[in-house]
């Protein structure tokens, strides 16, 4: 088979969730988090975006509709990653969802980015993050990039504000 190498510029430009409750699922991506609504189709699916973009997210019922959600030991999606641009704005979400009382699962400092981690009503992961700039990564002598989990700073977070 011919080597081929994905063009630098290809980005991932959605992702598409099942969910068991559409209203329910609104209530966090576009109430909690502020998506907005690009497209509805009634009960059974919704597109959400942030920035006027056609979607970036795809919400549907079509085979999950009042389904329990996807078993955590099977393959499947282990998280959405949302990015954000700034470090302020991973601290105002990081405060907005606090505020709210809404559980996180987790929260990294990764090296090359700082993360929050938490799930979506229906047990799909999501990942709320910023990426440092790349001059700042961890590389190591040899320039291999080094990432790492350690401890979010959460104080250090709260002073962007």
Do not use: C
């Amino acid at each position: 088979m011919m080597n081929y190498q994905i063009p630098p510029s290809v980005k991932i430009g959605h992702v598409h969730l099942k969910v068991a409750d559409l209203d329910r699922a609104l209530t966090f991506y576009q109430d909690l988090l502020g998506f907005e609504i690009t497209i509805r189709y009634g009960t059974q699916a919704v597109f959400i975006s942030a920035g006027g973009y056609h979607h970036h997210i795809g919400l549907n019922t079509w085979h999950s509709k009042g389904a329990g959600p996807a078993p955590q030991r099977a393959a499947g999606l282990f998280h959405t990653a949302i990015l954000y641009s700034t470090r302020r704005e991973l601290a105002e979400i990081f405060k907005r969802l606090t505020d709210a009382g809404y559980p996180f699962t987790g929260a990294a400092d990764h090296g090359v980015s700082e993360a929050l981690y938490l799930d979506d009503p229906d047990g799909n992961g999501v990942e709320l993050y910023w990426d440092r700039p790349k001059e700042d990564w961890p590389f190591d002598g040899d320039g291999n990039l080094m990432m790492f989990t350690e401890a979010l700073d959460y104080k250090s977070l709260l002073e962007e504000l």
